[in-house]
């Protein structure tokens, strides 16, 4: 436990101390949906149907963006090894640095999201289930691409080959919770949306850093 | 029979044993391809609403079938190779995957091809059609993965995580894949709807279902051999099959 908080207070200072690796996401994502209105029309009525979409579609690619950066930078200095030698299970070290992850990229997404959805003129009563939905479903997207992050990141072009891995497996959270807000402008129930979210990243918390840890020896002894 | 388990599992035991099934796995692939393509295609009666162009379905069901199945196939190998250290299952993985994707892309191909006749569109967002793609995506990434390790053990190994994470999400992302459709729009067109089969129909494309899955099987097995006298080309043994031949 001691060492579990130790890795996080260690991680967050770092990631703290490179702001623009914290902000780049988010930049990238106000831009994707600053290109649409620009793509497809700035009509506000087309706007608000394919505003839920929009905002989970870039904010699911703004987060993949990140995900590359999770073990990288302790691979290459080294101390990805030494938490590999350390005698703590190692799914809890790695569970640790995706929290940094979620706390420093998802949760800053889905504070974000409303705003842009103004932008976007997403329908009103919405945008606490989008700002909620993003930060349940951020939260299992960081779990799931820390698989593919542990696996390519012993590989020197791994970035594509992430995306590749991981966009199939994020297909659920997308749709639920893009289905979350749209069930909130059209008035129905969010509840089952959003518990469905809850149960992927229950499931996902149970299984993931078991997964992380077996690909992150494969990335290190393979 | 412990022994016999324990020759099975190296590539030498395998090579030598595995030899004596290549031949009836062949002929029965053939044969039941045969005839219940014959029959599906000439002789059972035509569907009373799609006319002739239901025949797709001998090629396309057999090919989904297996779509599915090679894919938990591959994992059940990784998961044997993770665990048991046994090559032999990651060499059968190896040679799965891309037969896998080539199958799903057979069974997205005709279903496209079924498609224009019946729908009246190459590409519907139907929630079975979107999972097979969402399948295809998946085998390419575990293809891809294996390709991008330099050393064969790493990408064995980090192919075999894959494919167990991928299994594991196949049901979730179907299931969630068939909510969606229904959220969105009423199901128009659906496979399963239609009224149950004459026997005339079913008996040949189960046939069929039975050829695919000899023909995968015997396809597998003549690869696997092949790479195992690949990989183990610097032994001995293979030296002295060599000469043997030679």
């Given at each position: ?222 | ?55 797709i379905?001998?090629v396309h069901v057999p090919a989904a079938f297996l779509a599915q ?31 896998g994707a080539g199958m799903t892309f057979v069974a997205l191909f005709s279903g496209a091809?079924w ?13 079975r059609l979107?999972?097979m793609l969402?399948l295809f ?110």
């Amino acid at each position: 436990m001691v060492a579990v908080r130790a890795t996080l207070r260690r991680d967050l200072v770092l990631r703290m101390r490179g702001r623009s690796e914290v902000l780049n996401p988010l930049v990238f994502f106000a831009l994707v949906i600053t290109l649409f209105p620009l793509g497809i029309s700035p009509d506000p009525t087309l706007l608000a149907t394919i505003a839920p979409g929009l905002l989970w579609v870039a904010a699911l690619l703004a987060a993949l963006l990140s995900l590359d950066g999770v073990f990288r930078g302790d691979f290459e200095d080294g101390s990805l090894e030494q938490l590999l030698l350390s005698p703590q299970p190692l799914a809890a070290l790695a569970l640790s640095k995706v929290a940094v992850h979620w706390l420093l990229t998802g949760l800053p997404l889905a504070l974000m999201a409303p705003l842009l959805g103004i932008m976007l003129s997403l329908p009103a009563g919405s945008y606490g289930v989008l700002a909620l939905s993003l930060a349940l479903g951020s939260a299992s997207l960081s779990l799931i691409g820390a698989i593919g992050a542990a696996l390519t990141v012993g590989l020197s072009r791994g970035g594509v080959l992430l995306s590749l891995l991981v966009l199939p497996l994020y297909i659920p959270v997308l749709i639920f919770g893009a289905g979350a807000v749209q069930a909130a402008i059209q008035g129905g129930g969010v509840a089952a949306h959003l518990a469905i979210l809850g149960a992927l990243l229950a499931a996902a918390l149970i299984f993931a850093p078991f997964a992380i840890a077996a690909s992150l020896r494969i990335s290190i002894n393979g | 029979m412990w022994a016999f388990i324990h020759k099975l599992g190296s590539p030498k035991g395998f090579y030598a044993i595995s030899a004596r099934w290549l031949t009836p796995l062949w002929l029965a692939a053939a044969a039941l391809i045969l005839i219940g393509g014959t029959w599906g295609l000439a002789f059972s009666p035509a569907d009373y609403q799609q006319g002739d162009s239901f025949r797709i379905i001998y090629v396309h069901v057999p090919a989904a079938f297996l779509a599915q199945s090679i894919f938990v196939a591959m994992a059940a190998a990784g998961f044997v190779f993770m665990v048991w250290k046994i090559k032999l299952a990651d060499m059968a993985a190896a040679m799965m995957a891309p037969l896998g994707a080539g199958m799903t892309f057979v069974a997205l191909f005709s279903g496209a091809v079924w498609g224009v006749p019946t729908w009246g569109t190459w590409w519907q967002w139907d929630a079975r059609l979107t999972s097979m793609l969402i399948l295809f995506f998946l085998y390419i990434g575990v293809i891809a993965l294996r390709g991008a390790f330099a050393s064969r053990d790493g990408g064995a190994r980090a192919a075999s995580v894959l494919a167990m994470v991928g299994v594991i999400n196949i049901p979730i992302i179907k299931y969630s894949v068939e909510w969606w459709y229904t959220l969105h729009q009423p199901a128009t067109f659906s496979i399963t709807s239609k009224p149950a089969m004459p026997a005339a129909m079913w008996l040949p494309l189960l046939l069929m279902v039975l050829g695919f899955y000899c023909f995968f099987i015997a396809v597998t097995l003549m690869r696997t051999r092949s790479e195992i006298l690949r990989r183990e080309s610097s032994k001995r043994w293979v030296r002295a099959l060599v000469e043997e031949q030679r």
